[in-house]
C-alpha cells in the first residue's frame, strides 16, 4: 500500500478579500506618517522635536535662525521676552488685521477701540457716525478744536455771571473779573430818568464793564453781564 505524501495547504477564502485590503491600506497609512515626521533632515515632513511639547518651565520659540522650534526657559517673571518685539509684515487676528503692514492703521472691532487702563477712558465707535469718549471723558486741549461742520451742545459754559455795583451820585461802573468780557448790561436808577447805559469802550475799565448814568444825583445800580468769551466790543469784529 502506497503512503500518501501529505503538504502544506493554503487555503484563501476570497470572501474576506476587502477585510485584507483595509487591513493593508492601514498598515500602509501608519508606515507614511512615520517616514513623514522622521525625515525632516532631507527636507520633507517635520524634525521630530518641532511636535513634541515642551517640559514644564519651558516654552516654544524660533530658534535663531527663524527655521525651526527650541525649547527655552521660562524666565522668572513669566514674559516671554524682554527684548523688543519685531514684526515684519501685517498683525492679524481671527477677526481681522490689527496693524497693517508698513506701520498703517490700527484696526479694532465691534464696538471697541483704544482704551487707557490706567485712567480709564478712551476712543471708540458704536455707529458709521460718531468718534466717542469712552466712559464720557472730557476732552481737553492747549490748542484749538476746530469743526467743519455744526458744533451741537447740550450745555455750552461760558463762566457767565451777573455783577452789579451800587452808588449814590448817579453814575456807576459794573466791572467784570479778569478774563472776562462784557456781553450785556443795564441800569436801575430808582424812578429817575436813564441818562446812559452803555458798554465802558473806553476809560479805566477798557472793555470789561458797564457803565450807567442817571439824570441828577441819585442812587444807581448798575449790572453787568460778563463771561469767558473773546472781546466782543472789539472795532475790528
Known amino acids: 500500500m502506497k503512503k ?29 506618517v512615520g517616514v513623514y515626521a522622521y525625515t525632516g533632515a532631507s527636507g520633507v515632513g517635520h524634525d521630530l522635536s518641532e511636535i513634541e511639547p515642551c517640559t514644564a518651565g519651558k516654552i516654544l520659540q524660533t530658534n535663531t535662525g527663524g527655521n525651526g522650534w527650541d525649547c527655552v526657559n521660562m524666565p522668572s517673571g513669566g514674559s516671554i521676552s524682554t527684548d523688543p518685539l519685531y514684526v515684519e509684515g501685517a498683525i492679524t487676528a481671527p477677526e481681522g488685521t490689527l496693524r497693517d503692514d508698513g506701520g498703517g492703521w490700527l484696526r479694532t472691532y465691534g464696538n471697541t477701540g483704544w482704551y487707557s487702563e490706567t485712567y480709564g477712558g478712551g476712543w471708540y465707535m458704536t455707529d458709521a457716525n460718531w468718534l466717542r469718549a469712552y466712559n464720557d471723558k472730557g476732552i481737553y486741549t492747549a490748542g484749538n478744536v476746530q469743526a467743519g461742520g455744526t458744533v451741537t451742545a447740550g450745555k455750552l459754559d461760558f463762566g457767565v455771571e451777573i455783577i452789579h455795583r451800587y452808588e449814590t451820585d448817579g453814575a456807576a461802573w459794573a466791572v467784570c473779573p479778569a478774563g472776562k468780557s462784557v456781553l450785556g448790561g443795564g441800569c436801575n436808577c430808582f424812578g429817575r430818568q436813564i441818562e446812559m447805559s452803555i458798554p465802558n469802550q473806553e476809560g479805566m475799565y477798557g472793555h470789561n464793564a458797564w457803565y450807567c448814568d442817571c439824570y441828577g444825583s441819585s442812587n444807581v445800580r448798575t449790572y453787568a453781564i460778563c463771561a469767558s468769551v473773546n472781546n466782543i466790543w472789539s472795532s475790528s469784529s
Open 4 to 32: 500518501e505524501k501529505r503538504g502544506l495547504h493554503i487555503t484563501i477564502n476570497l470572501t474576506n478579500r476587502w477585510l485584507y485590503t483595509l487591513i493593508t491600506i492601514g498598515i500602509l497609512a501608519i508606515v507614511g
